[in-house]
């Protein structure tokens, strides 16, 4: 059997039908040659050939980070080291000095906070040292004074000189001797009350300065001459609300303001909230047409019976000392949803 050629149809170009892309990428390009005519024709490298880079600027367009992190200035040497162990410091690597500069400033973070705790017990002991040496004076003191008061020494009678002058002589050289042995003994328990006066006074001088360090520590704004006025003004204020008398307020040491500045916060963020919950209720009765006043009679909602309570608590707080104060500010904090 004979195979006989195909033909074209009539009227068609002979063309041979294009062959259909193996791949995506095979696709896009063919698509791209067709629409734009663009080609994939640059100049491609041999086989056998590796690409070059057009220049050596395109070769160094990214940086790796070694480069990056050499780039960065050097680190300071710790500043206690010696001029040695900083020359042998700036030699090392940026990252290797990064870690030793962040392990030297944590040990030195920590001697110091050791040494601070070490002077601070140094400190405590000195004064508890101080406070029994003036505790012995004072008790010393006092013994004098009582030795001196016993040995009361009697004059002799003047009589006695005109019947017996020998024995008068011999009174009169007793009461002299027990004289200057009272004055003595006085002057004694003078010098050590007053020894024992100047170390009290020392120990409240380092008590004091004790209770400014906690308080520029803690409370820097209380210390401030500018500042620390007003706000002494206003933890005075709150104390009294609290039922302090002035003279407490007086001797308040540092634990006793910071706890008033605390209460003082609590009691500025309750009316703040009360200042809140006010307002919406008045937006919500404003909505609702309803009186601004409860009306005589009528169950009140749990807004303001918590309200009430809070007042009652609060008040109970200000007029009472003690447990029965504590508890009260408790359930007072408790009804304004801060604790």
Known sequence: MTTQPSTEAVGSDAQQPAAE????????????????????EEEQPAEGEQAQPDS????????TLEEEVDDLPPIDAPVSWDAEAKAK?????????????????????FVQSKSQ?????????????IQQVAAYEAQVAQQLSQYAEQIAPQRPNPALLQHDPQAFYAMQADYEAKVAQQQQLQQQ???????????AQQIAQAEAAEQHRIIVDSFPEYADPTTGPELQR???????????????IGQARATDILAIRQAAEWKADAEKYRALQK?????????????KVATPGVSQGTDQLRANRA???WETAKNSKGQVRDQAFAAYLKEQGMI
Do not use: C, H, W
């Open 311 to 313: 007042t009652a608590a």
């Open 117 to 129: 705790e070490a002077a601070r017990a140094k400190q405590e002991a000195e004064q508890a040292a």
């Open 279 to 291: 307002t919406k209720m008045e937006k919500v009765r404003a909505a609702k047409g309803l009186p």
């Open 21 to 40: 892309p193996t791949n995506a990428a095979d696709y896009f390009t063919q698509l791209a040659e067709e629409q734009f005519g663009v080609t994939d």
């Open 89 to 109: 410091f700036a030699e090392l690597p940026r990252d290797a000095q990064e870690v030793i500069a962040k392990r030297e400033s944590e040990r030195e973070k």
């Open 189 to 199: 328990s003078q010098q050590y009350a007053q020894q024992a006066q100047l170390r």
């Open 234 to 248: 206003k933890l005075t204020a709150v104390a009294k609300e609290l039922g302090y008398p002035d003279e407490l």
């Open 56 to 63: 050596a600027e395109e070769a160094d367009d990214e940086p």
